[in-house]
């Protein structure tokens, strides 16, 4: 056979879990006088719609066994199906094997299976068998046979086969690539929902874990081009799950920016704002609404606010709408959900990005990846929280509720800042934030200067770190601004010397114990 053959279909073997589309193809060939052969569902809607087709069980002799388990895996369907026409002729004569020039075949729901939180039970009765192995072979012996594997593809097929009664090599080709792809991202969806399974231990390997779904203008440069991609099988939360109901396309900037600003204002329960910029929270409040939450993180750091991303918790309402538009420029707007008010605020402000997260949730488990030159390093998500009560006083002086609750705050936004972070909060609302310096001491410095530019007094307040303090400098600076209050998890060889400094300027030293860094 050459590649310019066209093969005629004379037998078919129809088996599809998605019915949708299987009668008028089917239709299109009893036309032409081809030999049907079907199983199980497939059968009954074929015979129900008065289309004559033989059931698998008289084709091969052998009943269905194992609640219809063990159906296709047979001889004489393979054989069938693999026939190398001329070479195997002997074979298939001396056998009395019927060749198979048509499978049509799409496989049991897995992804939608599992995307229901279906039992583990279940999820396993729904690894197809039969289906991807019939898939395999046709699309293995695309020289002599067909394949379609999805229901997208019947009308084109049938439109060549009613045209020319018969299949070109060019479509059979595409077919069985098309066919291949199904059978991996198939495997695939299995490989990763088992793999899951497993929380304590790292995959060996990874692959066919992220599908493109947007190209991007281009990445953190012009120069740069740039794609975004989500993690395959898996349930959308965060920025995954956003769906842009207005502006201009989302940049690679844009995308790692919302992400941190979600990430951040989906820890809080009471209302609340996240202000980012350059994947850094410029300004975090909660309030008793939305809009005070907004000017309470806007007020933190106005000059970065300019062109940041804003995420909220909460339902955007018009009032809010309003008076962000008219207060600041504005990239991205995210919330779980936008009034019809809010939408109609934004409508002389087309560029504006506005994202309804329709997952909001926080991410409970998973892996984060980090790109490296002809590498990946992969991580846990991290997860990891303390209680309020879990936190232990070191020094002299102990916390009352409003600088436990202040205290608190601060450590939750802290973990979403860039290390070596610090974060100054008082009332539910961050008064300087200093993130991404060499030394610790340079944070808290720019900290301090952050605050006082937005007018603040740091008498009172609290200050978090993401990991521990190597030496009391820090804690010195701290002292001479007025912090009543210290949050870190502790854990240096100096550990004594800074608890000393803190009971000596008597402020509060909170451990945690644990780290939050955030390269």
């Given at each position: 056979m050459t590649k310019n053959s066209s093969i005629k279909i004379r037998r078919a073997l129809l088996s599809v879990s998605d019915k949708?589309?299987?009668?008028?193809?089917?239709?299109?060939?009893?036309k032409e006088n081809v030999e049907i052969i079907s199983t199980g569902g497939t059968l009954k809607h074929l015979r129900e719609n008065s289309i004559e087709a033989i059931d698998i069980s008289s084709f091969t002799?052998?009943?269905?066994?194992?609640?219809?388990?063990?159906?296709?895996?047979?001889?004489?369907?393979?054989?069938?199906?693999?026939?190398?026409?001329?070479?195997?002729?002997?074979e298939i004569e001396k056998n009395s094997i019927?060749?198979?020039?048509l499978v049509v075949v799409n496989l049991y729901p897995f992804k939608k299976t599992i995307s229901n939180k279906s039992s583990l039970e279940d999820a396993i009765e729904n690894i197809d068998i039969g289906g991807p192995t019939m898939i395999r072979a046709a699309a293995k012996n695309f020289y002599h046979v067909a394949v379609i594997s999805s229901p997208n593809d019947y009308e084109?097929?049938?439109?060549?086969?009613?045209k020319n009664k018969g299949i070109s090599y060019e479509t059979r080709l595409m077919l069985a690539k098309k066919a291949f792809s199904l059978i991996t991202d198939y495997d695939l969806a299995i490989s990763n929902y088992l793999e899951a399974l497993d929380q304590n231990n790292l995959p060996d390997s990874i692959f066919g874990k992220f599908i493109k779904v947007d190209e991007l203008r281009y990445g953190e440069n012009p120069h740069q081009k740039a794609a975004f991609y989500l993690e395959n099988y898996k349930k959308s939360s965060g920025i995954s799950s956003a769906v842009q109901l207005q502006g201009k396309e989302l940049s690679y900037n844009n995308i790692a920016d919302a992400d941190a600003a979600i990430e951040c204002v989906s820890n809080f329960s009471e209302p609340s704002c996240v202000i980012v910029k350059h994947a850094n929270p410029c300004g975090v409040a909660s309030s008793e609404n939305i809009l005070e939450a907004?000017?309470?993180?806007?007020?933190?750091?106005?000059?970065?606010?300019f062109g940041g991303i804003i995420a909220f918790n909460k339902e955007l309402d018009e009032k809010t709408s309003n008076f962000l538009k008219d207060n600041q420029f504005i990239e991205v707007v995210a919330a779980p959900k936008f009034t019809n008010g809010a939408l109609e605020s934004f409508q002389d402000k087309?560029?504006?990005?506005?994202?309804?997260?329709?997952?909001?949730?926080?991410?409970?488990?998973?892996m984060k990846f980090h790109s490296v030159n002809s590498g990946l390093l992969l991580q846990s998500i991290d997860t990891g929280e303390i209680h309020i009560n879990d936190l232990k006083t070191v020094s002299k002086r102990v916390p009352n509720q409003d600088e436990l609750t202040n205290s608190f705050f601060a450590?939750?936004?802290c973990k979403y800042v860039k290390s070596n972070a610090i974060v100054y909060a008082s009332n539910n609302q961050t008064l300087g934030i200093g993130a991404g310096q060499m030394s610790r001491i340079d944070?808290?410095?720019?900290?301090?200067?952050?605050?006082?530019?937005?007018?603040?007094n740091l008498k009172g307040s609290c200050m978090a770190s993401d990991a521990f303090f190597p030496f009391r400098d820090s804690i010195d600076e701290a002292a001479k601004n007025g912090i009543s209050c210290v949050i870190q998890p502790g854990g240096s060889i100096r550990d004594e010397e800074v608890i000393s400094a803190a009971d000596e300027a008597d402020m509060i030293m909170i451990f945690t114990g644990m780290r939050h860094f955030r390269h």
């Open positions: 949708s589309g299987i009668i008028e193809l089917a239709n299109s060939l009893k002799g052998s009943p269905e066994m194992m609640g219809g388990r063990v159906k296709t895996l047979h001889p004489k369907v393979h054989a069938g199906i693999l026939s190398r026409r001329i070479k195997d002729k002997d019927e060749e198979i020039d084109d097929f049938k439109n060549e086969f009613e907004y000017k309470k993180a806007f007020a933190c750091d106005p000059t970065s606010a087309k560029n504006v990005r506005l994202l309804e997260i329709k997952n909001l949730k926080k991410s409970d488990s998973g450590w939750k936004v944070s808290a410095e720019i900290a301090v200067r952050k605050a006082k530019k937005a007018g603040f």
